[in-house]
């Protein structure tokens, strides 16, 4: 006996065991790789696209070419000198021509505003202007000598800056370069991060007191009613979103359903009809209606293997109902609260239809400003910023997900 | 639910409390897809009950929101109802035109996800495969981020790769149905493949069966109701949505929802009261065939309910 235990061929058993491990592990691979390459081309490299804008906008620099080599060779603080003025002068006659100074204008503008007209109104002087440059862009305007305008130049000169981020978390930056607080009336996007957040906490909430007793009936049942009562789960979820949030535009609108059925029952007068869409009420209502099944199945599939004689034992024992309830029966489902809580919550920050629909001006969470700014002000580097610091939020409440409950644990249907 | 019978007064009046809770919650969770399917059959243009409706009044309900979906768009609506009507009707009618390219985009981004997304759940299900865990959490990841964020790198990466250029109709859009698709297909066919019995196919390897006579022969007959099950979801996915629609797709490229999208927004009339009962029968007999191709799985796997 040398080498110890070896296959018919003569192969060193332990080698030729690795082996065959190691071909099976590659078959396993192999089938996933195609799904992974699916996944690289449209999901992962579509979002490293988005975490690139956000740091990313070449508006000024790319079509600016001289004033940015003359930033780069300056410090910050130094004056704009006769050399500074010409080569300013030369890049906006140069993009007027190139019909690109609107770019600028807007890039320059995203950082301190009421200055794309400034560049827009000298591109079309920019031909005429006469040395010494500094003199003429003067007189065209009084603002091109405006220290904070040459501070807001220098920093968007560079292609990459951070300046979406600070802008995405009220913040700024002064002439000097400083981060300090945007002024109070421009302070919305962290008043709207923790709107979404409230609002969402709030919603998972309310889904939980409503799933949780729903969840116990029809856990205790027998399963031939259990499975009937669960096509009234079932059919919300499968049902188009759309549908649902238009069935609760018809039911919450003023002339709708319910106001109408109050207005008979003569609950309220035929004036004072009830507000309930267009409102932060209305995304909280449809909202908690969407997003309730994904509530409901987690603690269902929890709660329908508890053996119901603990519960039984607990009371024999001299517990009251609520004791055994509060002892025994809840710790019991905590997985499933924990799961269903989890998944709603992080439905819900990204939630965009909804809000958008029923939402009116107060009901707007995160994703709306982000759709705002991809569609109507065409911001697209503060929408990227904004949707960076969404994802890392979601990225982080799905790493958790995975540590407590397992993504393998998640179920459908 | 039996009330025991030493249960205290107390516990009676909880009994029946905790009874009338559920129903109003069943209540609040069905009532808002009932409502709109005798809504969408009201004469007038109102969105709420009219005293006819309530009187079942004959008068008081009619079919031309449906009639209107036919309409919509057309160049001559109002002509004798005759073949050329009809022809106008196929080549005109938005409502119909947005119906087939959901159909097209689902079909295709179904196909899809659920072709790579078998095939990865059959790698992942295998006991070798390494770095499970986190491959897992990457696939399923576009069903946890949200598609406002997805939607916006997607237009990001397809206008610098200008796939619009590429001459393939709908390509864009399929991809982007197909990946938030994947997630499903994953998650349905692992938990088949989960109770899925391995000896079998070592016995069909035993018996001389070569690994191609083994998947087609043994297992995918085995794991077929999960797989298309996966698939509905799927197609659900993408007959449902409308953010990267929004987003991404070109102007002839336009689908169910994102019409709906549009009707709510402009003007809702009781027209799209009318789509939302159609997609309402299709989701009912959509969950209706999950629902049998369910228990089928679990009778194939030896799983009795109860």
């Known amino acids: 006996m040398r080498g110890g235990l070896t296959t018919a061929d003569g192969k060193p058993l332990k080698q030729a065991l690795a082996h065959a491990q190691a071909r099976a592990k590659r078959k396993a691979l192999l089938l996933v790789v195609p799904l992974l390459a699916f996944i690289l081309i449209t999901f992962v490299m579509p979002i490293g696209q988005l975490l690139f804008r956000s740091i990313h906008n070449d508006g000024f620099s790319a079509n600016m070419p001289q004033i940015s080599a003359w930033f780069d060779e300056t410090k910050a603080g130094d004056a704009p000198d006769e050399a500074a003025y010409a080569a300013l002068v030369a890049d906006i006659a140069a993009a007027a021509e190139a019909r690109t100074i609107g770019v600028v204008g807007t890039r320059v503008n995203y950082e301190l505003s009421g200055t794309r007209s400034l560049f827009t109104s000298a591109g079309r002087n920019a031909e005429d202007l006469q040395p010494p440059y500094r003199e003429a862009m003067l007189d065209l305007n009084e603002k091109w000598g405006d220290p904070q305008l040459w501070g807001v130049m220098r920093s968007v000169s560079s292609a990459y800056s951070a300046n979406f981020y600070l802008a995405a978390l009220d913040l700024a930056r002064d002439e000097n370069g400083e981060i300090v607080r945007a002024p109070e009336d421009r302070r919305i996007y962290g008043m709207l991060f923790m709107r979404t957040l409230w609002l969402s906490a709030l919603i998972t909430g309310l889904c939980l007191i409503l799933a949780y007793p729903v969840a116990h009936l029809l856990a205790v049942l027998p399963l031939a009613k259990s499975n009937l009562l669960m096509i009234l789960v079932l059919l919300p979820f499968w049902t188009s979103l759309l549908v649902r949030t238009t069935s609760w535009m018809v039911m919450l609108q003023e002339q ?158 | 639910m039996a009330l025991p019978i030493y249960a205290s007064p107390l516990e009676k009046v909880w009994h029946w409390t905790y009874k009338a809770i559920c129903t109003a919650i069943f209540i609040f969770l069905i009532a808002p897809i009932l409502i709109v399917i005798p809504l969408s059959f009201n004469a007038e243009p109102y969105f709420t009950f009219t005293e006819k409706m309530l009187s079942f009044d004959p008068e008081g309900y009619s079919l031309r929101w449906y009639d209107r979906l036919l309409t919509f768009g057309m160049q001559a609506p109002d002509a004798p109802r005759d073949w050329s009507w009809w022809r106008d009707v196929l080549a ?136 298309v099950s996966g698939a509905l979801f799927a197609f659900v996915t993408s007959f449902d949505e409308v953010v990267m629609v929004l987003f991404i797709a070109g102007h002839d490229e336009q689908t169910i929802p994102r019409q709906m999208w549009n009707g709510i927004r402009e003007q809702i009339s009781p027209a799209i009261l009318a789509v939302a009962t159609i997609l309402v029968v299709v989701s009912i007999a959509l969950l209706a065939t999950v629902e049998i191709l369910r228990r089928r799985s679990e009778k194939l796997r030896g799983v009795t309910a109860g």
């Open chain 2, 92 to 227: 005109n009618a938005t409502w119909l035109d947005v119906a087939w390219n959901s159909i097209i985009i689902g079909f295709f981004s179904t196909i899809l996800a659920t072709g790579l997304g078998t095939l990865a759940a059959l790698g992942l299900s295998r006991s070798e495969m390494p770095w499970r865990r986190s491959i897992m959490a990457v696939l399923i990841s576009p069903m946890i981020v949200p598609i406002i964020i997805t939607a916006t790198g997607l237009f990001f990466f397809y206008s610098k790769i200008e796939i619009q250029k590429w001459g393939v109709p709908y390509l864009g859009i399929i991809m982007a149905h197909a990946t938030l698709g994947i997630p499903f297909v994953i998650i349905t066919v692992t938990a088949t493949l989960s109770g899925f019995d391995h000896s079998l196919s070592r016995a069909a390897a035993s018996l001389g069966a070569n690994p191609r006579t083994t998947f087609f022969k043994v297992i995918m007959p085995l794991i077929l109701p999960g797989v």
């Open chain 1, 256 to 413: 709708g359903v319910i106001n109408n059925t109050l207005v008979a029952l003569g609950l309220i007068g035929n004036e004072s009809r009830i507000q309930m869409m267009y409102n932060q009420a209305g995304t909280i209502i449809a909202m908690t209606h969407i997003l309730l099944p994904f509530m409901i199945l987690p603690l269902y599939s929890v709660m329908r293997p508890i053996n119901p004689s603990y519960v039984r034992a607990a009371r024999s024992l001299g517990a009251t109902s609520w004791t055994a309830f509060r002892r025994v029966y809840l710790p019991q489902t905590l997985p499933g609260i924990g799961a269903g809580a989890l998944l709603v919550f992080i439905l819900s920050v990204g939630y965009y239809i909804t809000p958008a629909l029923v939402g009116g001006a107060s009901g707007q969470l995160i994703s709306n400003l982000i759709a705002y700014h991809m569609q109507d002000s065409l911001n697209w580097s503060l929408a990227a910023a904004l949707a960076a610091l969404l994802l890392a939020g979601v990225l982080i409440l799905y790493w958790l997900y995975d540590r407590l409950i397992g993504i393998d644990n998640l179920k459908l249907g």
